[in-house]
């Protein structure tokens, strides 16, 4: 799937996103993904979502997959995460299913926020990036949405829901 606008709002963003596949393959990711585990980009596209987690937590990794194929998304869950170098993170993932126009699975679009990250100058930073990628997603709906090819608006829809589930996230709740 090429870069489409949609998903260009996502390149440098404050969050750390990934899309994978139906079987837990990573297609994309952005830079701050790649960033904070460690990688280049190069080194986690093709890769399985296991390879970022410790064995330990591979469970919470597949309890995570299961939750996402049986309602289409995963809300709050904490899973910890591992970079290049070996040590761990407490994450915590988000992720909404991404499909065709016939409503088959393609995959999903994953956010991982970083808990120690969880600043109030941090969460004020995701909120205005959720506000200003909603506008964004609103001007490609007005602009551009019934010219988009097939792939296009399941990417568009796709990260349309992402973020609004993103924009719901209630981040005082979180940091109790």
């Keep these: 799937m090429s870069q489409t606008r949609a ?6 963003a404050p969050v750390m996103w990934r899309r994978i596949n139906s079987i837990g393959i990573i297609l994309d990711c952005n830079s701050t993904y790649a960033a904070n585990l460690g990688y280049a980009k190069s080194e986690i596209i093709g ?3 296991f390879e970022h ?5 591979w469970k919470d990794m597949n309890d995570s997959l299961k939750t996402w194929f049986e309602t289409g998304k995963v809300t709050d869950r904490k899973i910890t995460f591992k ?11 988000q992720a909404t299913s991404l499909y065709d126009e016939k409503r088959n699975l393609l995959g999903s679009n994953t956010v991982i926020f970083d808990l120690a990250q969880m600043t109030d100058e ?4 995701y909120k205005e990036f959720f506000r200003e990628s909603n506008k964004e997603l609103e001007q490609i709906k007005r602009d ?10 399941s990417e568009y ?7 609004e589930m993103l924009s719901a996230i209630n981040f005082e709740q979180l940091s109790n």
């Design 7 to 12: 998903r260009k709002t996502l390149k440098d």
């Design 47 to 49: 890769k399985p979502i």
């Design 53 to 57: 987690v410790p064995k330990e937590s």
């Design 83 to 93: 970079k290049q170098d070996g040590q761990t993170f407490a994450g915590l993932l």
């Design 122 to 125: 941090k969460v004020k930073k």
């Design 144 to 153: 551009d949405y019934d010219n988009l090819d097939e792939g296009s608006r």
């Design 157 to 163: 829809d796709g990260l349309k829901e992402m973020f």
